[in-house]
Protein backbone atom coordinates (compact mmCIF):
# COMPACT_ATOMS: atom_id res chain seq x y z
CA UNK A 1 0.00 0.00 0.00
CA UNK A 2 1.21 3.24 -1.21
CA UNK A 3 2.47 6.07 1.49
CA UNK A 4 0.09 8.46 0.38
CA UNK A 5 -2.64 9.35 -2.61
CA UNK A 6 -2.73 12.00 -4.57
CA UNK A 7 -4.95 13.83 -6.78
CA UNK A 8 -3.79 15.77 -9.74
CA UNK A 9 -5.84 18.17 -12.42
CA UNK A 10 -5.25 20.59 -15.44
CA UNK A 11 -6.31 20.59 -18.91
CA UNK A 12 -7.38 22.38 -21.74
CA UNK A 13 -3.76 22.58 -23.48
CA UNK A 14 -0.22 21.22 -22.97
CA UNK A 15 0.97 23.69 -20.43
CA UNK A 16 -1.49 22.99 -17.94
CA UNK A 17 -0.64 18.97 -18.20
CA UNK A 18 3.21 18.65 -19.57
CA UNK A 19 4.63 19.91 -16.00
CA UNK A 20 2.32 17.29 -14.36
CA UNK A 21 3.68 14.63 -16.62
CA UNK A 22 7.28 15.91 -15.05
CA UNK A 23 6.21 15.18 -11.40
CA UNK A 24 4.16 11.65 -12.09
CA UNK A 25 7.79 9.74 -12.36
CA UNK A 26 9.16 11.19 -9.10
CA UNK A 27 5.65 11.36 -7.20
CA UNK A 28 5.74 7.55 -7.92
CA UNK A 29 9.43 7.39 -6.27
CA UNK A 30 8.27 8.99 -3.18
CA UNK A 31 5.74 6.28 -3.18
CA UNK A 32 2.14 8.44 -3.62
CA UNK A 33 -0.35 6.64 -5.49
CA UNK A 34 -1.97 8.96 -8.26
CA UNK A 35 -5.26 9.11 -10.20
CA UNK A 36 -5.94 12.52 -11.99
CA UNK A 37 -9.43 14.36 -13.00
CA UNK A 38 -9.71 16.25 -16.29
CA UNK A 39 -11.80 16.81 -19.41
CA UNK A 40 -13.48 14.30 -21.77
CA UNK A 41 -12.31 15.38 -24.44
CA UNK A 42 -9.19 17.48 -23.36
CA UNK A 43 -5.55 16.78 -24.79
CA UNK A 44 -4.67 16.33 -21.11
CA UNK A 45 -6.91 12.63 -21.15
CA UNK A 46 -4.62 11.23 -23.80
CA UNK A 47 -1.23 11.87 -22.28
CA UNK A 48 -2.31 11.22 -19.32
CA UNK A 49 -4.22 7.75 -19.91
CA UNK A 50 -0.54 6.87 -21.92
CA UNK A 51 1.28 6.73 -18.59
CA UNK A 52 -1.33 4.19 -16.75
CA UNK A 53 -2.77 6.31 -14.26
CA UNK A 54 -6.46 5.77 -13.67
CA UNK A 55 -8.08 8.83 -15.32
CA UNK A 56 -11.40 10.57 -14.53
CA UNK A 57 -13.19 12.62 -16.83
CA UNK A 58 -15.87 15.49 -15.82
CA UNK A 59 -18.11 18.38 -17.17
CA UNK A 60 -16.35 21.12 -17.90
CA UNK A 61 -17.07 24.72 -19.02
CA UNK A 62 -14.33 27.27 -20.80
CA UNK A 63 -13.64 30.23 -18.58
CA UNK A 64 -13.47 33.45 -21.03
CA UNK A 65 -13.08 36.91 -20.73
CA UNK A 66 -14.46 37.49 -23.78
CA UNK A 67 -18.07 37.37 -24.91
CA UNK A 68 -19.43 34.00 -26.39
CA UNK A 69 -23.24 32.22 -26.49
CA UNK A 70 -21.34 29.29 -24.61
CA UNK A 71 -20.88 31.77 -21.38
CA UNK A 72 -24.55 30.86 -20.78
CA UNK A 73 -24.28 27.11 -20.89
CA UNK A 74 -20.95 26.47 -19.91
CA UNK A 75 -21.43 27.80 -16.32
CA UNK A 76 -24.02 24.38 -15.95
CA UNK A 77 -21.08 22.43 -16.99
CA UNK A 78 -19.12 23.82 -14.44
CA UNK A 79 -21.80 23.02 -11.63
CA UNK A 80 -21.93 19.68 -12.91
CA UNK A 81 -17.92 19.33 -13.04
CA UNK A 82 -17.96 19.78 -9.37
CA UNK A 83 -20.68 17.78 -8.68
CA UNK A 84 -18.11 15.02 -10.15
CA UNK A 85 -14.90 16.26 -8.61
CA UNK A 86 -17.26 15.99 -5.36
CA UNK A 87 -18.04 12.28 -5.77
CA UNK A 88 -15.03 11.14 -7.28
CA UNK A 89 -13.18 12.90 -4.23
CA UNK A 90 -15.08 11.62 -1.42
CA UNK A 91 -14.81 8.11 -3.24
CA UNK A 92 -10.84 8.07 -3.81
CA UNK A 93 -10.07 10.05 -0.35
CA UNK A 94 -6.70 11.64 -1.67
CA UNK A 95 -4.20 12.85 1.31
CA UNK A 96 -3.85 16.01 -0.98
CA UNK A 97 -4.50 17.83 -4.48
CA UNK A 98 -2.43 19.21 -6.92
CA UNK A 99 -3.71 21.51 -9.78
CA UNK A 100 -1.91 22.75 -12.41
CA UNK A 101 -4.63 25.64 -13.73
CA UNK A 102 -6.87 25.37 -16.65
CA UNK A 103 -11.02 25.77 -16.75
CA UNK A 104 -11.27 21.85 -15.69
CA UNK A 105 -9.39 22.44 -12.53
CA UNK A 106 -11.55 25.00 -10.97
CA UNK A 107 -14.23 22.58 -9.67
CA UNK A 108 -11.95 19.68 -8.95
CA UNK A 109 -10.15 22.06 -6.54
CA UNK A 110 -13.14 23.50 -4.94
CA UNK A 111 -14.47 20.27 -4.76
CA UNK A 112 -11.29 19.35 -2.81
CA UNK A 113 -11.66 22.62 -0.62
CA UNK A 114 -15.70 21.47 0.35
CA UNK A 115 -14.07 18.14 1.58
CA UNK A 116 -10.85 19.58 3.58
CA UNK A 117 -8.27 18.10 1.29
CA UNK A 118 -5.21 20.24 1.35
CA UNK A 119 -4.64 21.89 -2.40
CA UNK A 120 -1.11 22.79 -3.86
CA UNK A 121 -1.75 24.65 -6.78
CA UNK A 122 1.41 26.03 -9.85
CA UNK A 123 1.30 29.03 -12.09
CA UNK A 124 3.38 28.91 -14.77
CA UNK A 125 2.80 32.66 -16.11
CA UNK A 126 4.04 36.13 -14.22
CA UNK A 127 0.20 37.02 -14.41
CA UNK A 128 -1.92 34.24 -12.77
CA UNK A 129 -4.69 33.02 -15.13
CA UNK A 130 -8.13 32.91 -14.95
CA UNK A 131 -8.38 29.36 -13.61
CA UNK A 132 -6.11 30.08 -10.74
CA UNK A 133 -7.24 33.76 -9.89
CA UNK A 134 -10.38 31.99 -9.31
CA UNK A 135 -8.77 28.87 -7.08
CA UNK A 136 -6.49 31.11 -4.78
CA UNK A 137 -9.02 31.47 -2.36
CA UNK A 138 -9.15 27.44 -2.17
CA UNK A 139 -5.23 26.84 -2.06
CA UNK A 140 -3.10 25.88 0.48
CA UNK A 141 0.54 26.87 -1.64
CA UNK A 142 0.32 28.49 -5.13
CA UNK A 143 3.90 27.51 -6.50
CA UNK A 144 5.16 30.38 -8.64
CA UNK A 145 7.44 30.37 -11.63
CA UNK A 146 8.93 33.67 -12.17
CA UNK A 147 9.79 35.47 -8.64
CA UNK A 148 7.82 38.83 -10.30
CA UNK A 149 4.65 36.68 -9.46
CA UNK A 150 4.94 36.70 -5.44
CA UNK A 151 3.14 40.27 -5.62
CA UNK A 152 -0.17 38.34 -7.68
CA UNK A 153 -0.52 35.73 -4.53
CA UNK A 154 -2.83 37.04 -1.47
CA UNK A 155 -2.28 35.70 2.08
CA UNK A 156 1.06 34.70 1.76
CA UNK A 157 0.29 31.47 -0.02
CA UNK A 158 2.98 31.73 -2.98
CA UNK A 159 6.25 30.62 -3.11
CA UNK A 160 8.78 30.84 -5.98
CA UNK A 161 9.65 27.46 -7.25
CA UNK A 162 10.11 27.55 -10.98
CA UNK A 163 8.58 25.05 -13.35
CA UNK A 164 8.77 20.89 -13.31
CA UNK A 165 11.11 19.93 -16.15
CA UNK A 166 10.91 16.17 -17.54
CA UNK A 167 13.81 14.13 -16.93
CA UNK A 168 13.80 12.82 -20.44
CA UNK A 169 14.82 16.39 -21.46
CA UNK A 170 18.57 15.41 -20.37
CA UNK A 171 18.83 12.62 -22.06
CA UNK A 172 19.09 14.12 -25.22
CA UNK A 173 21.40 12.85 -28.01
CA UNK A 174 23.28 14.76 -30.66
CA UNK A 175 24.77 12.34 -32.61
CA UNK A 176 20.97 10.63 -32.50
CA UNK A 177 20.55 14.08 -33.97
CA UNK A 178 22.51 14.48 -36.47
CA UNK A 179 21.95 10.98 -38.19
CA UNK A 180 17.91 11.47 -37.79
CA UNK A 181 18.04 15.13 -39.55
CA UNK A 182 20.53 14.20 -42.24
CA UNK A 183 23.42 16.93 -40.82
CA UNK A 184 27.29 16.92 -41.36
CA UNK A 185 27.54 18.21 -38.00
CA UNK A 186 30.24 20.80 -39.65
CA UNK A 187 27.65 23.71 -38.76
CA UNK A 188 26.22 25.30 -35.66
CA UNK A 189 22.70 24.03 -35.58
CA UNK A 190 19.96 26.92 -35.01
CA UNK A 191 16.34 25.64 -33.39
CA UNK A 192 13.37 27.47 -34.74
CA UNK A 193 10.23 26.65 -32.11
CA UNK A 194 7.01 29.02 -33.08
CA UNK A 195 4.52 26.74 -31.31
CA UNK A 196 2.43 24.15 -32.16
CA UNK A 197 0.02 26.52 -34.67
CA UNK A 198 3.47 27.94 -35.79
CA UNK A 199 3.86 31.44 -36.31
CA UNK A 200 3.18 33.66 -39.47
CA UNK A 201 5.84 36.25 -39.04
CA UNK A 202 8.67 34.24 -37.50
CA UNK A 203 8.30 31.47 -40.24
CA UNK A 204 8.40 34.36 -42.87
CA UNK A 205 10.97 35.85 -41.14
CA UNK A 206 13.11 32.00 -40.93
CA UNK A 207 12.64 31.21 -44.68
CA UNK A 208 13.30 34.98 -46.34
CA UNK A 209 16.84 34.83 -44.82
CA UNK A 210 17.51 31.31 -45.71
CA UNK A 211 20.30 31.48 -47.95
CA UNK A 212 21.92 33.90 -45.90
CA UNK A 213 21.46 31.61 -42.43
CA UNK A 214 22.15 27.99 -44.17
CA UNK A 215 25.95 29.29 -45.37
CA UNK A 216 26.55 29.69 -41.40
CA UNK A 217 23.87 27.27 -39.78
CA UNK A 218 21.87 24.29 -40.10
CA UNK A 219 18.48 25.29 -39.24
CA UNK A 220 15.65 23.10 -37.85
CA UNK A 221 12.58 24.81 -38.31
CA UNK A 222 8.99 23.70 -36.27
CA UNK A 223 6.71 25.81 -38.24
CA UNK A 224 3.27 24.28 -36.93
CA UNK A 225 0.66 22.46 -38.63
CA UNK A 226 -0.32 22.82 -41.73
CA UNK A 227 2.59 25.36 -41.95
CA UNK A 228 5.02 23.22 -44.09
CA UNK A 229 6.53 24.64 -47.07
CA UNK A 230 6.93 21.78 -50.15
CA UNK A 231 9.60 24.47 -52.42
CA UNK A 232 11.83 24.19 -49.28
CA UNK A 233 12.31 20.23 -49.19
CA UNK A 234 15.80 18.87 -50.08
CA UNK A 235 17.37 22.65 -49.59
CA UNK A 236 20.83 21.90 -47.87
CA UNK A 237 21.04 22.92 -44.29
CA UNK A 238 17.65 23.40 -44.03
CA UNK A 239 14.44 20.64 -42.20
CA UNK A 240 11.27 21.78 -41.52
CA UNK A 241 8.85 19.77 -39.50
CA UNK A 242 5.27 20.77 -38.43
CA UNK A 243 5.96 19.33 -35.08
CA UNK A 244 8.55 16.85 -33.05
CA UNK A 245 7.81 14.89 -30.32
CA UNK A 246 10.04 12.03 -29.72
CA UNK A 247 13.41 13.30 -30.97
CA UNK A 248 13.07 16.72 -29.95
CA UNK A 249 15.36 15.96 -26.57
CA UNK A 250 17.88 15.14 -29.27
CA UNK A 251 17.44 18.07 -31.46
CA UNK A 252 18.25 20.51 -28.32
CA UNK A 253 21.35 18.65 -27.60
CA UNK A 254 22.55 19.27 -30.87
CA UNK A 255 21.21 23.10 -30.98
CA UNK A 256 23.77 25.46 -30.51
CA UNK A 257 20.87 28.28 -30.18
CA UNK A 258 17.02 28.18 -29.93
CA UNK A 259 14.46 30.80 -31.45
CA UNK A 260 11.39 30.36 -29.60
CA UNK A 261 8.06 31.92 -28.59
CA UNK A 262 7.77 33.27 -24.72
CA UNK A 263 5.66 30.28 -23.25
CA UNK A 264 7.26 29.31 -19.61
CA UNK A 265 7.50 25.89 -20.28
CA UNK A 266 9.28 26.06 -23.17
CA UNK A 267 11.66 29.22 -21.81
CA UNK A 268 12.22 27.15 -18.80
CA UNK A 269 13.51 23.61 -20.58
CA UNK A 270 15.84 26.11 -22.91
CA UNK A 271 17.18 27.33 -19.57
CA UNK A 272 17.73 24.14 -17.59
CA UNK A 273 19.39 23.02 -20.92
CA UNK A 274 21.48 26.30 -20.71
CA UNK A 275 21.08 26.58 -24.33
CA UNK A 276 21.40 30.83 -25.54
CA UNK A 277 18.52 31.81 -27.33
CA UNK A 278 16.25 34.29 -28.55
CA UNK A 279 12.38 35.23 -27.49
CA UNK A 280 9.54 36.18 -29.99
CA UNK A 281 6.64 36.47 -27.58
CA UNK A 282 3.25 36.23 -28.99
CA UNK A 283 1.92 39.92 -29.02
CA UNK A 284 -1.14 41.62 -27.03
CA UNK A 285 -3.31 41.44 -30.29
CA UNK A 286 -3.35 38.00 -30.03
CA UNK A 287 -3.05 37.35 -26.27
CA UNK A 288 -3.21 38.39 -22.66
CA UNK A 289 0.54 39.52 -22.71
CA UNK A 290 1.82 36.94 -20.19
CA UNK A 291 4.67 35.98 -23.26
CA UNK A 292 5.78 39.33 -23.64
CA UNK A 293 6.09 39.51 -19.19
CA UNK A 294 7.85 35.87 -19.30
CA UNK A 295 10.29 36.81 -22.26
CA UNK A 296 11.21 40.12 -20.33
CA UNK A 297 11.98 38.43 -16.69
CA UNK A 298 14.58 35.89 -18.59
CA UNK A 299 15.58 39.31 -20.84
CA UNK A 300 16.20 41.25 -17.24
CA UNK A 301 17.98 37.73 -15.90
CA UNK A 302 20.23 37.60 -18.55
CA UNK A 303 19.12 34.71 -19.87
CA UNK A 304 18.07 35.38 -22.93
CA UNK A 305 17.79 38.25 -26.16
CA UNK A 306 14.18 39.73 -26.59
CA UNK A 307 12.40 40.92 -30.32
CA UNK A 308 8.67 42.03 -29.90
CA UNK A 309 6.94 40.50 -32.86
CA UNK A 310 5.44 43.87 -34.04
CA UNK A 311 9.43 45.18 -34.41
CA UNK A 312 10.71 41.81 -36.30
CA UNK A 313 12.23 41.94 -39.56
CA UNK A 314 14.89 40.79 -41.27
CA UNK A 315 17.74 43.08 -40.01
CA UNK A 316 16.76 42.67 -36.59
CA UNK A 317 16.83 38.74 -36.91
CA UNK A 318 20.41 38.62 -38.34
CA UNK A 319 21.53 41.51 -36.02
CA UNK A 320 20.27 39.53 -33.00
CA UNK A 321 21.43 36.10 -33.94
CA UNK A 322 25.07 38.01 -34.36
CA UNK A 323 24.87 39.36 -31.09
CA UNK A 324 23.77 36.04 -29.25
CA UNK A 325 26.65 34.61 -31.35
CA UNK A 326 29.25 36.69 -30.08
CA UNK A 327 27.90 36.98 -26.29
CA UNK A 328 26.42 33.29 -25.71
CA UNK A 329 29.26 32.60 -23.45
CA UNK A 330 27.73 35.32 -21.14
CA UNK A 331 24.08 34.04 -21.20
CA UNK A 332 25.32 30.54 -21.09
CA UNK A 333 27.16 31.79 -17.65
CA UNK A 334 23.73 33.43 -16.28
CA UNK A 335 21.57 30.63 -16.80
CA UNK A 336 24.10 28.68 -14.87
CA UNK A 337 23.92 30.87 -12.02
CA UNK A 338 19.89 30.65 -12.29
CA UNK A 339 17.83 30.13 -9.24
CA UNK A 340 15.00 28.71 -11.18
CA UNK A 341 15.84 25.39 -11.05
CA UNK A 342 15.25 22.14 -9.17
CA UNK A 343 11.22 23.07 -9.17
CA UNK A 344 10.38 19.20 -8.80
CA UNK A 345 12.09 19.03 -6.02
CA UNK A 346 10.61 22.11 -4.22
CA UNK A 347 7.13 20.76 -5.39
CA UNK A 348 7.20 17.95 -4.32
CA UNK A 349 8.17 19.04 -0.79
CA UNK A 350 5.34 21.39 -0.44
CA UNK A 351 2.85 18.99 -1.33
CA UNK A 352 4.60 16.74 1.36
CA UNK A 353 4.29 19.69 3.86
CA UNK A 354 0.74 19.98 3.04
CA UNK A 355 -0.40 16.42 3.90
CA UNK A 356 1.83 16.79 7.45
CA UNK A 357 -0.38 20.17 8.13
CA UNK A 358 -3.52 18.68 7.67
CA UNK A 359 -2.76 15.61 9.54
Same mark, same amino acid.
Given at each position: ????????? &????? @???? +?????? +?????????????????????? !????????????????????? /?????????????? !?? #????????????????????????????? $???????????????? &???????? +????????????????????????????????????????? !? =?????? &??????????? $?????????????????????????????? @???? /????????????????????????????????????????????????????????????????????????????????????????????????? =?????????????? #???? /???????????????
Amino acid at each position: MSKYKILMT &GGGTG @GHVI +PNLALI +PRLQQEDFDIFYIGSINGIERK !LIEETGIKYHPISSGKLRRYF /DIKNFTDPFKVVKG !LS #QAFFIIKKEKPDVVFSKGGFVAVPVVIAA $SMLKIPVVAHESDITP &GLANKLSQ +PYVSKLCVTFPESIKYVKDNKGVVTGTPIREELFKGNAEKA !L =KFLNFT &GKKPVILIMGG $SLGSKVINESIRNNLDLLTSRYDIVHLCGK @GNLD /DSLNGKQGYRQFEYINEELKDIMALSSMIITRGGSNSLFEILALKKPNIIIPLSRAASRGDQILNAASFEKSGYSIVIQEEELNSNILLNKINLLEE =KKATYINNMRESKL #QGAI /DKIVNIIKESIKDKR
